[in-house]
């Protein structure tokens, strides 16, 4: 799907989006944002009603229609949501790309959000504590990854500069009995 966007493409989801509201930049994060949702989806089925068409220019069309999704997500349980979706569409690169596009979220429902599950486990931590009444932003303060990604990294790299040491000693040495004769 990411290959219909163009590189410096805007995607912004708004609405009732079951807490990943947001702005998304370049087809990377636009990737990530399908990756945690529909790439969460064991099924899926999508309809789209009302399509219109408006023909700016040659290489400039605005397409809006509404999508009606039910699915079976991992980590959200059944979903149904009602989104009413804008896309700038424009020609280059040798064909259509989307430059901009909104998700307006008219409905979103999960089981596992009536059922009151836990959302620990899922990808965006800060879905579920939004959902719980907290500051997303926050979450990351409060991971165990967020505290320990730079010890583990730093011990990694501690690590790797030990092998290095090692074996620049032992050249060093090497060298050093070579040059004795022996």
């Known amino acids: 799907m990411v290959t219909f966007y163009g ?15 947001g702005l998304y930049t370049g087809p990377a994060s636009i990737r990530l944002i399908y990756a945690i949702t529909v790439g969460k989806s064991t099924s899926i089925d999508a309809n789209i009603s009302n399509y219109a068409e408006d023909t700016f220019s040659p290489t400039n069309v605005n397409a809006t229609f509404v999508i009606n999704l039910v699915a079976n997500s991992t980590v959200a349980g059944i979903v149904t949501a009602a989104v009413d979706a804008s896309q700038e569409w424009n020609w280059g690169n040798g064909g259509w790309q989307i430059s901009k596009e909104n998700w307006v979220y008219t409905h979103y429902d999960s089981s596992y959000i009536d059922a009151g599950h836990s959302y620990s486990s899922t990808t965006f931590p800060q879905w579920g504590y939004e959902l719980k ?7 990351s303060e409060k991971s165990f990854e967020w505290h320990a990604g730079p010890y583990v990294a730093a011990s990694v790299y501690a690590f790797l500069f030990g092998v290095v040491a090692v074996m620049a000693l032992r050249f060093r040495s090497m060298g050093r009995a070579a040059r004795r004769g022996g």
């Not at 590189?7 to 509201?21: E, K, Y």
């Open 133 to 139: 009444g907290g500051n997303p932003n926050l979450v």
């Open 7 to 21: 590189p410096s493409a805007v995607d912004h989801w708004s609405g009732n989006t079951g807490g990943l509201s």
